[in-house]
């Protein structure tokens, strides 16, 4: 290898990545600014800016576009740095922030020390696209809520009440309750939503198929009452790869489950969750939560140790309550990934020796 070769290997590139077009800054070894320009946000562009470059450190920021040009970049034979962007304070608090000054954080920050850009790693693109299904999944569900929320609003406005019903069956039962003047109004809206629920069905029948023939690990986790298909599907999808998390407690941490800490001298304040990692997977296991601490939870170690944390009786207890069963059903769901073993929901106490109910 050449002293030129070796200097352009030596180089970090920062690249911000914009909807129409990318920021692109090269470091020296030295770290001096030898270039600064702009590139159209296309796989094209990069391409053929990257594919006759010696292989390079390249940091990006996650986001949109990173998925893919990450893998682009990748593949053609770059190292990539996908920084997390909750760690990048020294960008997001810059008083003269722009599209440039990015770029050069990022190009610096990743020369120096990566480790302080918490680097993420972006999934398979087969994963991506099955994972759009549950997401697109996620969307119907949010408008649907949105447009049945609507309706009882403004049949209740018009001082008329919708009774309670199954999602599925509310737009025959709206239908019966309009008033008159409301349904030329309420009537397309109606429509929509049972369209909707069509659609809904059809995801949830293709994700089936996908836990069946494409993701049989999803089977050791669906073993728990309270997570079905959609959950243990978001979940593999979202991990990816169970040995990425050498403790399996981490996992809770990953899906921002774990509390925040601002811990200094003798003050250790009770903070909220971080809610960092994936929202989508988040909600479901938080959902799972609630099924298992209601009143048609089976009896399992899992439910017994959040009730234990419930057993106050306040709002905020329970809440505690909810979020520590989320956060160790993930590390449950990360070990029956791992190990497939069949699913003892009395271990606990059989161990410890009680009477456990056939």
Same mark, same amino acid.
């Given at each position: 290898?050449?002293?030129?070769?070796?200097?352009?290997?030596?180089?970090?590139?920062?690249? &911000?990545?914009?909807?129409?077009?990318?920021?692109?800054?090269?470091?020296?070894?030295?770290?001096?600014?030898?270039?600064?320009?702009?590139?159209?946000? =296309?796989?094209?562009?990069?391409?053929?800016?990257?594919?006759?470059?010696?292989?390079?450190?390249?940091?990006?920021?996650?986001?949109?576009?990173?998925?893919?040009?990450?893998?682009?970049?990748?593949?053609?034979?770059?190292?990539? !740095?996908? #920084?997390?962007?909750?760690?990048?304070?020294?960008?997001?608090?810059?008083? %003269?922030?722009? &599209?440039?000054?990015?770029?050069?954080?990022?190009?610096?920050? *990743?020369?120096?020390?990566?480790?302080?850009?918490?680097?993420?790693?972006?999934?398979? +693109?087969?994963?991506?696209?099955?994972? +759009?299904?549950?997401?697109?999944?996620?969307?119907?569900?949010?408008?649907?809520?949105?447009?049945?929320?609507?309706?009882?609003?403004?049949?209740?406005?018009? @001082?008329?009440?919708?009774?309670?019903?199954?999602?599925?069956?509310?737009?025959?039962?709206? #239908? &019966?309750?309009?008033? +008159?003047?409301?349904?030329?109004?309420?009537?397309?809206? $109606? &429509?929509? !939503?049972?369209? $909707?629920?069509?659609?809904?069905?059809?995801?949830?029948?293709?994700?089936?198929?996908?836990?069946?023939?494409?993701?049989?690990?999803?089977? #050791?986790?669906?073993?728990?009452?309270?997570? @079905?298909?959609?959950?243990?599907?978001?979940?593999?999808?979202?991990?990816?790869?169970?040995?990425?998390?050498?403790?399996?407690? %981490?996992?809770?941490?990953?899906? @921002?489950?774990?509390?925040?800490?601002?811990?200094?001298?003798?003050?250790?304040?009770?903070?909220?969750?971080?809610?960092?990692?994936?929202?989508?997977?988040? =909600? $479901?296991?938080?959902?799972? +939560?609630?099924?298992?601490?209601?009143?048609? @939870?089976?009896?399992?170690?899992?439910?017994?140790? *959040?009730? %234990?944390?419930?057993?106050?009786? %306040?709002?905020?207890?329970?809440?505690?309550?909810?979020?520590?069963?989320?956060?160790?059903?993930?590390?449950?769901?990360?070990?029956?990934?791992?190990?497939?073993?069949?699913?003892?929901?009395?271990?606990?106490? #059989?161990?410890?020796?009680?009477?456990?109910?056939?």
């Amino acid at each position: 290898m050449n002293d030129a070769t070796t200097s352009e290997a030596k180089m970090t590139i920062g690249l &911000d990545l914009g909807d129409r077009h990318i920021q692109m800054c090269v470091l020296s070894a030295d770290g001096e600014v030898i270039e600064e320009s702009r590139l159209v946000c =296309r796989p094209a562009a990069l391409h053929a800016r990257f594919l006759a470059a010696s292989p390079t450190r390249v940091v990006i920021e996650a986001g949109t576009h990173s998925p893919w040009v990450s893998r682009l970049l990748a593949e053609i034979g770059h190292e990539v !740095i996908v #920084a997390n962007p909750r760690k990048l304070r020294l960008i997001y608090e810059n008083d %003269s922030k722009s &599209d440039r000054v990015d770029a050069e954080y990022l190009a610096r920050v *990743g020369r120096l020390d990566p480790a302080l850009l918490s680097p993420l790693a972006h999934r398979e +693109a087969s994963t991506q696209a099955d994972l +759009a299904v549950i997401r697109s999944r996620d969307a119907l569900v949010k408008m649907r809520a949105g447009l049945v929320n609507h309706v009882r609003g403004s049949v209740k406005a018009a @001082g008329g009440r919708i009774s309670k019903c199954s999602t599925d069956t509310f737009p025959k039962t709206a #239908a &019966d309750k309009l008033p +008159a003047e409301l349904a030329p109004a309420l009537a397309p809206v $109606l &429509d929509t !939503i049972a369209h $909707l629920t069509e659609q809904i069905r059809a995801y949830d029948r293709q994700i089936e198929r996908l836990c069946e023939e494409k993701y049989p690990e999803t089977k #050791a986790l669906v073993q728990l009452k309270g997570v @079905g298909e959609l959950t243990a599907l978001a979940y593999v999808l979202t991990i990816e790869d169970p040995a990425r998390f050498p403790k399996a407690r %981490s996992v809770g941490s990953y899906l @921002g489950l774990r509390p925040r800490q601002a811990q200094s001298g003798a003050a250790d304040p009770q903070l909220r969750i971080t809610k960092a990692g994936d929202d989508m997977l988040r =909600r $479901l296991l938080v959902g799972s +939560a609630h099924y298992i601490l209601g009143p048609f @939870g089976p009896d399992t170690d899992l439910r017994r140790w *959040g009730l %234990s944390i419930a057993a106050g009786g %306040s709002k905020a207890a329970k809440k505690r309550a909810v979020v520590a069963v989320a956060r160790k059903l993930s590390v449950l769901l990360l070990r029956l990934w791992v190990t497939g073993e069949v699913y003892e929901p009395l271990r606990n106490a #059989a161990r410890d020796g009680e009477m456990v109910s056939a």
